[in-house]
């Protein structure tokens, strides 16, 4: 039996949902971006946003330069966590099995359901059509037989209310993409392949995997099977993906940066840790602090690769602390929360250049000092 996996792709889920709340926004330049310093990066831009320049990761500055209209929003992730939940709601009833993936975007297996609840692609534009009428929320939705062709298929023909990628159809649908669409190929692979002047999938594809080992690895293989439509990874439900918590009370009230970077170090040790105890990795590391006046400020780092070493931990929890704390009030206490990667995506998403060696040395210092 061909499965049939679904990916559910909302258009800039966080400010999709401050819109629905605010309708004053739509059609206008929106970012999202802590407060409390023009310093402070985006985190989120809206198309309007795009088409002026305004980029995710630029400084406030510099994104008001290029859009003095822009309306610049505080992130709220509680508040996009609970929306997300509404959204995966709507699937349950006719996707015996979802995988949130990244906030707002969920992946589910319909395989063998079309007795019960129709064609897949009936099943898909219903998704859409309720997920629209009851949470006003745009999406698009991909479909094909594994993960990473409907995942693509979701994201790149945004147009396309519902895409249907046919059995035997993924190695000419993805040919023609830019490798940024293939996941797992991060900035660092498409740097060495585009040496080879490999910068599409297919022309990835056209490669042996002999020859893809031989530039980025052993694990190279994995990308070049993605690039030909295959990936046996399954989808996994919630309950088995895990999180780790480390959090610390400060002894004195402080807005130090100096302190603050050392407390979460000792945090990031402490997650690292843990995830070696359980032989696990994390790939997506939150933060969340509070303020002395009893406010909040999360944030949020995918760990890509997935990691459990302290070092790609600490790094990530202080380029969170720069972007989500910047109130000139003190912080009374801050905390790290890790999500763990399944055992799948462990085994099959090792798509990083051979790790050099000073991170081998960093991972076997980790290991010797666990013992």
């Known amino acids: 039996m061909d499965r049939v996996i679904l990916y559910v792709n909302p258009l800039t889920f966080p400010i999709a949902v401050e819109r629905r709340i605010s309708a004053r926004l739509g059609g206008r330049p929106v970012a999202l971006a802590p407060g409390g310093t023009d310093r402070a990066v985006v985190w989120s831009a809206s198309p309007e946003a795009a088409l002026a320049g305004v980029a995710v990761g630029m400084p406030i ?16 992730l509680s508040l996009y966590r609970r929306a997300a939940q509404a959204l995966e709601a709507i699937l349950a009833p006719v996707v015996p099995v979802i995988e949130p993936h990244v906030l707002g975007h969920v992946y589910g297996d319909l395989t063998g359901t079309r007795k019960l ?18 949470l006003g929320l745009p999406v698009t939705v991909g479909l094909a037989g594994n993960k990473v062709v409907s995942e693509v298929a979701a994201h790149v023909l945004k147009p396309e209310p519902v895409v249907d990628v046919r059995p035997g159809d993924e190695p000419a649908f993805l040919a023609p993409h830019p490798l940024a669409a293939l996941p797992g190929a991060e900035e660092k692979v498409r740097v060495q392949l585009a040496r080879y002047n490999v910068a599409l999938i297919g022309a990835l594809a056209a490669l042996t995997r002999v020859q893809v080992e031989s530039v ?67 790939d997506l590391l939150e933060l969340h602090a509070r303020y002395a006046d009893h406010r909040e400020a999360d944030g949020w780092e995918v760990l890509d690769p997935a990691t459990d070493l302290d070092t790609p931990l600490a790094a990530a929890a202080r380029r969170l602390l720069d972007r989500a704390v910047t109130r000139r009030i003190a912080l009374i206490a801050v905390r ?36």
Do not use: M
Not at 257 to 272: C, S, Y
Not at 346 to 353: D, E, I, P, R, T
């Open 61 to 76: 500055y510099q994104a008001l330069r290029r859009c003095p209209d822009l309306v610049i929003l505080p992130p709220r």
């Open 117 to 134: 609840f129709g064609p897949a692609l009936d099943v898909a534009a219903k998704i859409r059509r309720e997920i629209w009428g009851r």
């Open 336 to 371: 790290l929360t890790t999500v763990l990667t399944t055992v799948a995506d462990v085994q099959l998403s090792l798509f990083a250049v051979p790790a050099p060696v000073a991170l081998v040395r960093r991972a076997a210092l980790n290991a010797a000092i666990d013992r």
């Open 216 to 282: 980025l690895g052993r694990s190279g293989g994995v990308l070049h099977a993605r690039a030909h439509g295959v990936d046996p990874r399954p989808v996994l439900p919630p309950a088995q993906r895990d999180a780790l918590h480390a959090a610390a009370t400060l002894p004195v009230q402080t807005n130090d940066r100096d302190a603050l970077r050392a407390t979460l170090h000792q945090l990031a040790e402490r997650l690292g840790r843990d995830l070696r105890r359980r032989r696990a990795s994390a």
